[in-house]
């Protein structure tokens, strides 16, 4: 799967370079052969890029991995010179631009979007500069794209039919990013790592309030994607985008993520953590946009608007490319040396923006259904409003980061994860003895329903000890010094909201294996007591401090077993383990 792309890299400058005329009608989309009601299939979507393919050598398609229902993961590359050798990419500093579409196949606008701006780009009808290289995923949810219906999006205008959310094993793939649960992701990860882009956009439709806007745009959050990376994305590279979309007559704002549906008053940004696309790109130092067509929209409307949209992406990243590339390398270079990362965050409601923001009215009027109260938009009513926009954050716990991570070799799930996602890993060529600090999940709370096929651990709290341990030839040594850092951080860490932890991939610890009977294990721990004075001050101690405690037998047999050698180490310590600097 890994090298897969090469195969057919290799083989472009065979391909024909055969130009087709600007009305050749063999190249209309399903979208525009229907003006602007239906959106490509499956079949279509691919038929359609294999005949881009077969017709210009400046457009390939691959696979770069497999999904959950079997069929491949494709990606289509496209360069203005049919230059597909990645290492010169890099040498001319062309601008990558990675274009996921259809994690949620019920929101296509992407699909369509894409497939005229490739066709468009080959035949010459727009210019895509020479130093930007186009990715394209088509479809990247497969499973959710062949479950097609019209009615699972029963907020949506149109198109006539469309995809389901779930994946084929009802996943929603927009949190996989972290947990890894489908082969989908696993596919994408790699081709993440591999192409390394500036800017990922992910293509999306809104859910929640009735606005007047059009696009609406979820940016990585900047304080999160940190350094010069988020200073720039944030005070420079978004506004041009707003720029360029004024003047193609878009109204366009930050995504709404206020879902009391009550805009009117402004909202606060959508933190995106690294289980959403965006979160895990800004791990990568990558510049990552999610637009968010409105729901309500037409069809037609929101599809040209994603078009619009990715044209002024691609444009202004040409422009821009230089800097883009300096403050991704500058920010990376500094993260290898940097101390201490934050692992959570919540929003700064001291610092807002002021935006301008056009909405309808809302009110309540008696349900036709219940009788009781709704809410509903007049649209005989909008305005336009300056609302506060809160977009800063702060972080509320931060980590030292280690030298190096050191995972049991047995824990092969967790490593295949982790080499998706780029990360260099060693392995023990004999066994070790090394100093290392262990955790110890101290308490957690669990969710008590599934979230996406886990019951997600939060608020977890933990203490460290500092010991040499013994590790095996073929167990895993991770360093920190290299581009994967932040991500290491960030689901090594037991206490991360997003962490490999909350996500149960751990849970075998949390649970003891041996105890004792009580009426053998008396005898030990009386003998054990009076040749311990510690022991016996503590357990002393506890029984004065503790009037349960004290009046319980059980519990006083409990408390000296747990301080005794007879209580396995391994309860509750986290397997993987920190080398400190």
């Known amino acids: 799967m890994r090298f897969l792309i090469l195969s057919f890299l290799g083989l472009v400058c065979l391909l024909p370079n055969l130009k087709a005329s600007p009305v050749d009608t063999s190249l209309l989309t399903p979208f525009e052969k229907s003006k602007g009601k239906e959106s490509a299939t499956y079949v279509e979507a691919n038929d359609f890029y294999k005949k881009l393919a077969s017709k210009y050598r400046n457009i390939i398609t691959g696979d770069v991995g497999i999904t959950d229902n079997g069929y491949p993961l494709k990606v289509v590359l496209y360069t203005r010179d049919g230059n597909f050798k990645k290492e010169e990419w890099k040498k001319d500093g062309r601008l990558i631009i990675l274009i996921n579409n259809d994690i949620h196949p019920g929101e296509p606008d992407g699909v369509d979007a894409s497939m005229m701006l490739l066709r468009d780009a080959v035949t010459g009808k727009i210019a895509i500069p020479m130093n930007v290289v186009?990715?394209?995923?088509?479809?990247?949810?497969?499973?959710?794209?062949?479950?097609?219906?019209?009615?699972?999006?029963?907020?949506?205008?149109?198109?006539?039919?469309?995809?389901?959310?779930?994946?084929?094993?009802?996943?929603?793939?927009?949190?996989?990013?972290?947990?890894?649960?489908?082969?989908?992701?696993?596919?994408?990860?790699?081709?993440?790592?591999?192409?390394?882009?500036?800017?990922?956009?992910?293509?999306?439709?809104?859910?929640?309030?009735?606005?007047?806007?059009?696009?609406?745009?979820?940016?990585?959050?900047?304080?999160?994607?940190?350094?010069?990376?988020?200073?720039?994305?944030?005070?420079?590279?978004?506004?041009?985008?707003?720029?360029?979309?004024?003047?193609?007559?878009?109204?366009?704002?930050?995504?709404?993520?206020?879902?009391?549906?009550?805009?009117?008053?402004?909202?606060?940004?959508?933190?995106?953590?690294?289980?959403?696309?965006?979160g895990y790109a800004a791990l990568f130092q990558t510049i990552a946009y999610v637009p968010e067509t409105h729901m309500l929209k037409p069809f037609k409307d929101r599809v040209i608007a994603t078009y619009d949209l990715m044209t002024c992406i691609i444009k202004e990243g040409s422009a821009n490319v230089k800097e883009i590339k300096r403050v991704r390398a500058e920010d990376k270079a500094?993260?290898?040396?940097?101390?201490?990362?934050?692992?959570?965050?919540?929003?700064?409601?001291?610092?807002?923006?002021?935006?301008?923001?056009?909405?309808?009215?809302?009110?309540?009027?008696?349900?036709?259904?219940?009788?009781?109260?709704?809410?509903?938009?007049?649209?005989?009513?909008?305005?336009?409003?300056?609302?506060?926009?809160?977009?800063?954050?702060?972080?509320?716990?931060?980590?030292?980061?280690?030298?190096?991570?050191?995972?049991?070799?047995?824990?092969?799930?967790?490593?295949?994860?982790?080499?998706a996602s780029g990360v260099h890993i060693v392995r023990f060529e004999n066994d070790t003895d090394i100093e290392v600090t262990a955790y110890y999940i101290d308490k957690y709370e669990t969710l008590p329903h599934p979230y996406e096929k886990h019951y997600l651990h939060k608020n977890?709290?933990?203490?460290?000890?500092?010991?040499?341990?013994?590790?095996?030839?073929?167990?895993?040594?991770?360093?920190?010094?290299?581009?994967?850092?932040?991500?290491?951080?960030?689901?090594?860490?037991?206490?991360?909201?997003?962490?490999?932890?909350?996500?149960?991939?751990?849970?075998?610890?949390?649970?003891?294996?041996?105890?004792?009977?009580?009426?053998?294990?008396?005898?030990?721990?009386?003998?054990?007591?009076?040749?311990?004075?510690?022991?016996?001050?503590?357990?002393?101690?506890?029984?004065?401090?503790?009037?349960?405690?004290?009046?319980?037998?059980?519990a006083q047999l409990d408390f000296v077993y747990r301080h005794s050698r007879y209580f396995e180490p391994s309860v509750n310590r986290y397997p993987v383990y920190r080398v400190e600097e």
């Open 134 to 278: 186009l990715a394209v995923i088509p479809m990247y949810n497969i499973g959710g794209a062949l479950n097609r219906n019209n009615y699972s999006r029963a907020n949506q205008n149109g198109p006539e039919s469309y995809g389901f959310r779930g994946n084929s094993r009802n996943l929603d793939l927009n949190r996989d990013f972290i947990k890894c649960d489908a082969a989908e992701t696993i596919g994408l990860e790699e081709q993440f790592a591999r192409l390394n882009p500036d800017i990922f956009i992910d293509n999306h439709v809104s859910d929640g309030a009735d606005y007047q806007h059009i696009m609406t745009l979820l940016a990585t959050q900047h304080d999160k994607l940190g350094g010069q990376t988020g200073d720039y994305m944030y005070k420079t590279f978004t506004p041009l985008l707003y720029t360029d979309m004024k003047q193609k007559g878009y109204d366009m704002v930050p995504y709404v993520a206020d879902f009391s549906n009550t805009p009117d008053k402004g909202w606060r940004e959508f933190f995106e953590s690294p289980r959403f696309s965006s």
């Open 334 to 419: 500094a993260n290898l040396t940097k101390k201490e990362f934050a692992l959570d965050w919540q929003v700064d409601t001291a610092r807002y923006d002021t935006i301008e923001f056009k909405g309808y009215e809302a009110g309540y009027k008696p349900s036709l259904v219940s009788g009781q109260p709704r809410l509903y938009y007049d649209h005989k009513k909008p305005y336009t409003k300056k609302v506060p926009f809160y977009d800063h954050f702060v972080p509320t716990k931060m980590v030292k980061a280690p030298k190096a991570y050191i995972v049991p070799r047995a824990w092969v799930p967790i490593i295949s994860i982790l080499r």
């Open 460 to 554: 977890v709290q933990v203490t460290t000890t500092k010991n040499k341990m013994h590790f095996s030839v073929g167990d895993y040594y991770i360093p920190t010094d290299q581009n994967a850092k932040r991500y290491l951080i960030e689901t090594l860490e037991p206490t991360a909201p997003d962490a490999f932890f909350a996500w149960n991939f751990f849970d075998g610890i949390l649970q003891q294996k041996e105890y004792f009977s009580d009426y053998v294990f008396e005898d030990v721990a009386a003998e054990l007591v009076q040749k311990d004075p510690l022991l016996k001050a503590q357990l002393q101690q506890k029984v004065k401090e503790d009037t349960t405690f004290a009046k319980s037998g059980a």
